[in-house]
């Protein structure tokens, strides 16, 4: 009978141990799901940590073309002010009109700009000139015909008109710096 006792012992003792068993198996199951978790978890940080430095390269080079960008726009405002300075001193042919051959008649009248714009330094030589040129031939009966003199005022109205053409060139050029900065 102890026999018998034994084995029923043994029995219960087998019955736990195996449910034991079962219970350590479901536990060594979630263990390993969960090793596999944060295998794949780790291997999407990595993926992450990888993105994560490919942008801050690109943030990278952002910032150095926005430096290169920024010393660009410097450098186009400064040469946007020289062209400014530039148009400011070019001689403004809105403020003489080109005057017609002289008339044996009568004299040439210059037609002076109003009162607020500046008279440059060339303008009142070129004023000067021309009236030196009245004076020569209203002296000189001969020198009505075409002359040196007309020839002088000639090169002076051309002079005008370059100057004019330079300083379109010059707005031209400066919408076009404008635009595209602006643009940008």
Known sequence: MTGMILDGV????????LGYGVRLEKKLSALRAGQQAFATAVTELNAAAGRAEAAL????????ETDLLHDRIV???????????????????????????????S???LVAAPAAAPVTAEDERARRMAALAERIQ????????????????????????ANQAAKQSLNQT???????????
């Open 10 to 17: 043994l029995m219960l003792l087998l019955v736990a141990a």
């Open 57 to 64: 390269g690109s943030l990278r080079a952002s910032g150095q």
């Open 75 to 105: 450098k186009a405002r400064e040469v946007k002010a020289q062209l400014e300075a530039l148009i400011a001193r070019a001689p403004e042919a809105s403020r003489e009109t080109p005057r017609a051959a002289p008339q044996p008649a």
């Open 107 to 109: 004299k040439p009248v």
């Open 138 to 161: 209203g002296l000189n009966p001969a020198a009505r015909a075409p002359t040196p003199v007309s020839a002088i005022l000639g090169a002076l109205t051309a002079g005008r008109a």
């Open 174 to 184: 400066r919408r076009n710096l404008d635009e595209d900065l602006f643009a940008a």
